[in-house]
Structure formats: C-alpha cells, structure tokens
C-alpha cells in the first residue's frame, strides 16, 4: 500500500518537474525576445570569461594593491539583494496572510537567483576556480569557523538550499491541487530569515574584520549593509512586481506596495543615518585610520570616477529620502520608481565599488594605486547579473503559472494524503 | 574525522584512477612515464600538503619536477625538508645601516623563481623622507641617482611571519599556515586564488600571480622547495618564506646574503648564542605596526 502511494508520489515529482521544464519553453515574442538576448549577453560574457581562464586575472584591471574590485563589489551588493528578498515579504506575509502568500513565492524566487548570482561573482574572481571543491565539506578542507569567508561559503549554501526547499513545498503542493499548510513552512521560512540576516552580517565581517584596512573596520558596516540592503532590496522588487504586473498573471495589490514602500522609507533613513556617522567620524579629526574616507570624498588618488559616484550615491539617496518620506509622493507610482530606482542606484554604488575600493586606499604599506575595472571584467559582470535575470525569469515563470495560471497536476489526486 | 579522511581519500582515489582510464591510460604501470595530461589531473586530485603521507608527498614532488621539466626544460630538483627541531627563525634589520639599494629585492626574486614582473617582489623597500613614520608619506618607486638619497630613510618590508598571522585565519580553506620554525608557508597547489590572505595581512606581504609568472629557463633557480621557491603557476598566492630551502639547511636567506651593508640579521630565536638573540637583548628594537597583534618575527632597530 506504502509503496504504491511513494511509487504515485514520486510520478507526481517527475510531471511537477517536467510541467514546470514545458512551462519554460512556453511564452509569446517578448518573452523569447527576452530570454535569447539574455542568452545573447550570457554567451558573449562567457568568452570574455574565457580569456580570463586563459591569461589568469591579469586581464582585469585588478593588481596586488587593489586585489578586490568590480566581482567583489558586485558580490557583496547581492547578497544583500538575496536577504533583503527574503525577509521583506515577511512583514507583509504576517499582516496578510493570505494574499501575500504569493509575493514570498517571488521573494524567494529573486532570493535564489540573487544568490546565485553572489556565488558566480566569487567564482568569477578565483585565480583557480577549479579548485573550488577545497571548500567543500568532506571533500575539501575548510578553514570553519576560523575564516569568515569560510563562514560566508556556509551561510550561502545554505541560504540557497533553504530557499530552494521552501519554493519547492509552496510550489509542488499548490501543484498538487493541495494548498501548503502553513504550520509546516513556516518554520522554515523562519530559518531563511535568521540565515538572510547572517548572510548579509557574515559577508559584512568579512570587509570589517581586518584592522589592516580602516575604512571597512569599522562596528556599523554590518548594521549599514542590512540597512541599505532592504532599501535597495525593497526597490528592487517595487520594480520587478510591477513589471510582472504587465507582463504577467501575477497581479499587484495597492497595499502591497505601500507597506513594502513604507519598508523602504525606513531603511533608507537609517541606512542614511549610518552613513552620516560615518561621515563625522572619518571627518571631525584627521588621523590616518581616516585616510581612505578623505581621499574617497576628496578624489586625492585621481579616483574622480569613483568620487562622482559616491557623490552621486549620496545624492540620489537623499533625493529618494525626501521623495519616501511624504506620503503623498510615496503612493503616486511615478515618484515612487523613480524613488526606487534612485535607491537601487545609490546603494550599488556607495556598496559596490564605493565600499570595496576606498579599503585598498592607501594600502597597508601607505601606498596610493588606481583600479578601473576593464572590458573584459564589465563583460564579465553583465554576463552574471544576465545569469541572474534568466534564473529569476524561469522561476517567477513557473511560480506564477502555478499559483495565478491554475499549471496543475493532470490527473484527479485521491490516494494521496489530505491534510489541508 | 578519520573516517572522513579515509572516505575522502578513497573518492578522491577513485577518481583519479576512473580519469586516468578514462585518459586511455589503461592501467599506467610505474614505469611508464607521465604525460602532461595524467600529471595534471592527478595535481587537480592533490590532497592538503599538510595532510598528506609520505608516499604521497614524494609523487607529488615527482610531478612538480616534470612539470617544470616540461614547461621550461629545465631540471629542478624539489624537495620539502621539514622543519628542524629546536628551530624559530627570526629576522632584525638595522634601519643606521640600510642604505637603499635594493639588493636584497634583486637577490630575492631570483633565488625564488618570482616572475620577472614588478609586482613579484616579495621585499618592498620604501623610502621614507627625513622627520616621519608615517607610511603614507613613503615612495615605493623612488628612483634615486644615487642612494642614500640624503633626504630619505629607507624601510625594507616583507613578510613579518607573524605568530598569530592574520593571513592564516583568513584563508578559507587552509592553504596557507604557519610551520613548526615560525615560517608562514602556502600550498601553490591547494590555494583557489581567492586573496583574502592579502587583504586581511597589514603588511602587504601577499603577492599574486596574476598570470603565469614571467620567468625564462635560465632565470631557474633549480635547488627548490615545494613550500618555498618551486615555479608557481598563474592564480595562486605567494609570499617571502625566509628562503626556507636555504635556511632549513642552515643558509642564510639571500636577502641576507646580498645585503652590502650588513644591515639584515637573520637567525635562530631559540639559540641564545646567535647574533639575532644578541641584536633583541642589546639593541632598542621595535616591531612595525605592532598594534595590529600579529605578533611579528621581524625586528627593526637603530645603531646608535
Ligand atoms: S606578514 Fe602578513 S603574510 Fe606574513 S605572516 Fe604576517 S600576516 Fe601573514
Ligand atoms: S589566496 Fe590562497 S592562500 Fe590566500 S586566502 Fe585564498 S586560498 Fe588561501
């Protein structure tokens, strides 16, 4: 009896997985549009990879003084995106448990993608990517829990598997014509949450836990990247809700995307207030643990680029700040993209480039180097942050032909359980 | 953990033997010789040096000797002599007496096989102008007509191979440790090239080889040392190692060496008799950037 109901279970498995596999294969001149000139961008990304498997990382722009640049940048940028996806919808998941339940099937969604996409930064910037199986468990011999960056490879993984599990149950069983049982997943979802928040904090400790480099030791970079990550995290889903508004089944509730607007108010001040200790601290004196900060706001170091856009960062943030903070602005939909699009802007860039850079200047050894990212490490990027876009497109796709476009098992379910 | 060590080794095993078949290899008999295929996938496999049996160790060795045969003709010979009990190397540098010339940096690039590119210099001697510490201040580039320059002091920096090495607790996956005689040692074969070890370090005394080191068949220095100077490859860190293929068997490091002033004493922190012991009792020396509390080998002091 068991084991017909297993041999039936994993039948279900199979077509959930094959239904979902047709799904993507499914889709109108936009979305093939869409998808081949990802897969166009990705294809041209990976040959500018190439070149970098083959003459090593020489072909970045980066060097022994600046040994960290546009992949880590980006990296640290994500994987606030991927705990900020997480942890947004649980707000709006416990004011309105039923309708939200929708939006942490997409949160999740970006939060895979984002993560990943993390993960492919990191790859992209080891000087001997095949050797990445060092860091497995067993297999290799990771430095836990002395290395933070060992640390940081534990929290990912997990976070990923998590989220992976969580999409899987909301999914499979809606797929199953079961709606999922609160009191299970939640738990889980609880998980994702404490690991979102220790994601985005790990890969904080990494930058602040050397007191080689000032800039980044400092105690309020963690509480800073939390901070600007649900801002840009907030933004960044105010925009994509609204695309698959048009674009899709999914349909967007007013309220929704007030209270994750209202979120993003909150984050933004404090993320500002953080910055502006900052600011003083590094200001008010002048003592060598303050250097980077100075050179950084003063383009001493022939960084203009990097000058502009952190002035640039600030102002699109503050922009935003006062277009957030009047409610009015807030629920007119215009003001609130350009808002989000400012944020996502501004916090990119003051966390991206802005942040990793600025520690490598001076080097320990007092010494002032340059760092402009080259073609093939932009290429190189694009071809990630595409990577990114493809896995989130899939999932929303699939996510949402099942819990909006009625994508369902075939046949009738009887033997299996009913616990609903 | 044994068992995860056994089971470890048993996949890794099983795997190389499944690719070297794969390869056409069909079961390589000993004295077959390897080609550059079977040798690369076996280093692909290579455990942890620091894990490793002695059999395993000596192939290893093995290997690296035939691949830097086959990339550039040349026969090296590597060994791994291990650290010699008794022993903690230390290093003094008496700033009255340097004088700037860089020698030590020539004389170390070529004992240990560094590519010929500027970055690759595991010394860095700064010139720093009369009346400051500050390090911001120094020139890393000076190109002095003639040294001394009389507006300059000069500080040669390398790695300090510090007690509690931050480096070390960066790495995340252990390629890089500290040995029994106080030598910071990395693994070229076990390191992803991920450069945290260089961030994390206060004296940037990480060095990355960003492509494949830019080193002819005559530059060769052939006496080498799996943890020390043996070529590297391109993605891997590197580091000074106090010249631990000299100084275990009792030489003093190039730098050393080559130094036309006598301003460097390198030696034995355990042998009372030594001249370093002598220098730390005697001398009013000071560690630099001793607050970052990597507890530093490396002692600068002054004559007068
Ligand atoms: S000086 Fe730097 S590289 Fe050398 S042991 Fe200390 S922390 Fe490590
Ligand atoms: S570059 Fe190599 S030695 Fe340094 S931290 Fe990374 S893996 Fe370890």
Redesign the interface.
């Known amino acids: 009896m068991s084991k017909e109901k297993n041999s039936t279970k994993n039948h279900n498995k199979v077509e959930f997985i094959l239904a979902s596999l047709i799904h993507c294969f499914k889709g109108g001149w936009l979305y093939w549009g869409w998808m081949l000139s990802l897969i166009a961008i990705v294809v041209y990304g990976a040959m500018a990879y190439g070149q970098q498997a083959r003459?090593?990382?020489?072909v970045t722009g980066?060097?022994?003084q600046i040994?960290?640049g546009l992949y880590i940048g980006n990296f640290t940028f994500f994987v606030g995106v991927a705990a900020a996806a997480v942890i947004l919808v649980i707000p709006a998941y416990l004011l309105h448990r039923n309708q939200m339940r929708r939006v942490t099937i997409l949160g999740e969604s970006l939060a895979v993608a984002a993560v990943i996409v993390a993960m492919l930064f990191?790859t992209a910037?080891?000087?001997?990517?095949?050797?990445?199986w060092?860091?497995l468990p067993?297999?290799?011999?990771?430095?836990f829990p002395?290395?933070?960056?060992?640390w940081d490879?534990v929290v990912l993984a997990l976070y990923l598997l998590v989220n992976l599990i969580i999409l899987w149950y909301l999914l499979y069983n809606k797929f199953c014509h079961k709606s999922p049982v609160v009191k299970r997943y939640f738990p889980v979802i609880v998980v994702a949450i404490i690991l979102g928040l220790s994601i985005h904090t790990v890969t904080a400790f990494?930058l602040s836990g050397?007191?080689?480099?000032p800039f980044w030791h400092t105690a309020i970079l963690a509480p800073r990247f939390i901070a600007s990550a649900f801002a840009a995290g907030a933004a960044l889903m105010i925009i994509l809700f609204q695309i698959l508004h048009i674009t899709s089944k999914f349909r967007l509730s007013k309220g929704l995307i007030r209270e994750i607007a209202l979120i993003m108010v909150f984050a933004q001040f404090f993320s500002l207030f953080l910055l502006g200790a900052e600011i003083y601290t590094a200001f008010y004196h002048n003592t060598?643990h303050d250097?980077s900060a100075h050179l950084l706001f003063t383009s001493n170091i022939g960084h203009d680029n990097l000058t502009l856009s952190i002035y640039l960062a600030i102002a699109a943030g503050l922009s935003a700040f006062s277009i957030l903070m009047v409610r009015r602005f807030r629920e007119n939909v215009s003001l609130l993209n350009i808002a989000s699009i400012l944020i996502f802007f501004a916090v990119w860039s003051e966390k991206g480039l802005g942040l990793v850079i600025p520690g490598f200047v001076?080097?320990?050894?007092?010494?002032m180097a340059q760092y402009t990212p080259s073609t093939i490490e932009i290429k190189v990027a694009i071809a990630i942050w595409a990577v990114g876009a493809i896995i989130f497109t899939l999932l929303a796709k699939v996510a949402i032909a099942i819990e909006f476009g009625g994508l369902r098992l075939k046949r009738p379910v009887e033997n299996t359980d009913t616990e609903i | 953990m044994v068992d995860n060590r056994s089971s470890r080794r048993g996949f890794l095993q099983g795997t190389v033997a499944l690719t070297a078949l794969l390869a056409g290899g069909c079961s390589s008999s000993k004295e077959q010789p390897k080609t550059a295929f079977e040798d690369s996938v076996a280093t692909f496999f290579q455990d942890n040096y620091q894990v490793m049996t002695k059999d395993e160790i000596k192939e290893v060795l093995a290997r690296v000797e035939r691949r830097v045969k086959r990339e550039y003709g040349v026969d090296i010979k590597c060994e791994n002599t291990p650290p010699v009990a008794d022993v903690a190397f230390g290093y003094a540098l008496n700033l009255s007496k340097c004088k700037g010339t860089r020698r030590c940096v020539e004389a170390c690039v070529s004992e240990n096989n560094c590519g010929r590119n500027h970055s690759l210099e595991n010394i860095r001697v700064l010139a720093m102008p009369h009346g400051t510490m500050d390090l911001n201040k120094s020139d890393h580039y000076y190109d002095h007509e003639q040294v001394p320059n009389s507006n300059d002091w000069y500080l040669p920096i390398q790695c300090h191979q510090c007690d509690e090495p931050a480096c070390v607790q960066a790495c995340p996956v252990e390629a890089t440790w500290k040995e029994k005689d106080g030598i910071v040692v990395i693994d070229y074969d076990w390191c992803i090239g991920c450069r945290y070890c260089s961030v994390a370090c206060p004296y940037w005394a990480r060095h990355f080889n960003w492509s494949k080191p830019n080193l002819q068949p005559d530059e060769i220095n052939p006496k080498t040392h799996y943890l020390g100077n043996r070529p590297r490859e391109a993605g891997v860190m590197e580091k000074c190692t106090f010249c631990i293929q000299k100084t275990r068997k009792g030489e003093l490091p190039a730098c050393q060496e080559a130094c036309p002033t006598g301003a460097r004493v390198f030696g034995n922190l355990l042998d009372p008799q030594s001249e370093i012991r002598y220098i730390l009792e005697n001398k009013n020396v000071f560690r630099l950037k001793e607050e970052q509390g990597t507890q530093p080998n490396f002692w600068y002091f002054y004559d007068v």
């Open positions: 003459y090593g990382l020489s980066l060097s022994d040994t960290w990191v910037d080891l000087g001997q990517p095949l050797r990445f060092h860091a067993l297999l290799g011999k990771l430095n002395t290395s933070i960056l060992a490879i990494m050397n007191p080689s480099r060598a250097v001076p080097t320990p050894l007092g010494e």
